[in-house]
C-alpha cells in the first residue's frame, strides 16, 4: 500500500492539477479572512471553504491515470487498494492545506470574540479550528468518492453532482461540517472555544462509508 499511495502522489504532484483547487483556496481564504477579524469565526470559514476543495482534490486523484494504467495497478495491486490510494492522497493533501491554513489564519487574526469583548486563547482556538478542518476535509473526502469515478462515470453528472453536495454538505441540518463550523461560529460569540470532536467522529463514520462504497464499485472498468 506504501507504495501506491507513494506512486499516487508522484501522479498528484506532477500533473500540477492540484494547482487549480489550492489556487481556489486561496483566493476563499483571501476574500473570506481578514487580518484583525475574530479568530473562530475566520477558522471556521477556513475549515467551510475546505470541503468542496477536498471533494474536487478527490476527482482529481481518481481521474488522474490513463484507463490503460489503472488496469494494470488493479490487475497487480487488486481494484480496492488501487481505488482507496488515491482518495487517500487526496484526504492527506487536503489535511494539509487545512492545516496550514488554520496556522496562518490564527496567526493574522485577532484572539478575540464577536464582539471584540472576550479574549480568546489563540492556541486552544487553533486546535478548534484544526478538528473543524479534518471534519471538513473527511467529509469533503466522502462527497468526491461518491461523486467521482467509479460511483459517477460522466464529467457532465459528477461535476454538478459534486458542487451539489458539496453545498449540502455545508448547509444541511444534521451536516458533521455544519455543526463543526457552526461550534466555531457560537464560540465565537460567546469566547468560549469549542470542541468539535461529536461533528468530527460524524465525519469520520461517513467518509469511511462513502469509501468502502466507491472502492467496492472500484472492479467496475475505466472511467468513461
Known amino acids: 500500500?506504501?507504495?501506491?499511495?507513494r506512486y499516487q502522489t508522484a501522479l498528484l504532484l506532477r500533473s500540477q492539477r492540484w494547482l487549480p483547487p489550492v489556487v481556489l483556496y486561496a483566493a476563499a481564504l483571501g476574500i473570506g479572512v481578514q487580518g484583525g477579524q475574530p479568530v473562530l469565526d475566520s477558522l471556521g470559514w477556513a475549515a467551510a471553504v475546505?470541503?468542496?476543495?477536498?471533494?474536487?482534490?478527490?476527482?482529481?486523484?481518481?481521474?488522474?491515470?490513463?484507463?490503460?494504467?489503472?488496469?494494470?495497478?488493479?490487475?497487480?495491486?487488486?481494484?480496492?487498494?488501487?481505488?482507496?490510494?488515491?482518495?487517500?492522497?487526496?484526504?492527506?493533501?487536503?489535511?494539509?492545506?487545512?492545516?496550514?491554513?488554520?496556522v496562518a489564519v490564527t496567526l493574522i487574526?485577532?484572539?478575540?470574540?464577536?464582539?471584540?469583548?472576550?479574549?480568546?486563547?489563540?492556541?486552544?482556538?487553533?486546535?478548534?479550528?484544526?478538528?473543524?478542518?479534518?471534519?471538513?476535509?473527511l467529509l469533503g473526502t466522502a462527497v468526491g468518492a461518491l461523486t467521482a469515478w467509479p460511483v459517477l462515470r460522466s464529467p457532465g453528472r459528477a461535476v454538478p453532482a459534486l458542487l451539489l453536495a458539496a453545498l449540502l454538505a455545508l448547509v444541511a441540518s444534521g451536516s458533521p461540517a455544519r455543526a463543526a463550523v457552526s461550534d466555531l461560529v457560537a464560540g465565537s460569540r460567546s469566547g468560549d472555544v469549542p470542541?468539535?470532536?461529536?461533528?468530527?467522529?460524524?465525519?469520520?463514520?461517513?467518509?469511511?462509508?462513502?469509501?468502502a462504497a466507491a472502492c467496492a464499485l472500484g472492479s467496475r472498468g475505466p472511467s468513461a
Do not use: F, Y
Open 1 to 5: 500500500m506504501t507504495a501506491l499511495l
Open 50 to 102: 475546505l470541503l468542496p476543495v477536498a471533494a474536487w482534490l478527490v476527482r482529481i486523484c481518481v481521474t488522474s491515470e490513463p484507463a490503460a494504467a489503472r488496469g494494470c495497478v488493479s490487475a497487480a495491486r487488486g481494484p480496492v487498494r488501487a481505488h482507496l490510494a488515491p482518495v487517500l492522497v487526496a484526504l492527506a493533501a487536503a489535511i494539509v492545506l487545512g492545516a496550514t491554513a488554520t
Open 109 to 137: 487574526s485577532d484572539p478575540v470574540s464577536t464582539g471584540h469583548g472576550t479574549r480568546v486563547p489563540p492556541l486552544p482556538a487553533a486546535g478548534a479550528g484544526l478538528l473543524a478542518a479534518l471534519a471538513c476535509a
Open 195 to 211: 470542541l468539535p470532536l461529536l461533528p468530527l467522529a460524524g465525519a469520520a463514520v461517513v467518509a469511511v462509508a462513502a469509501v
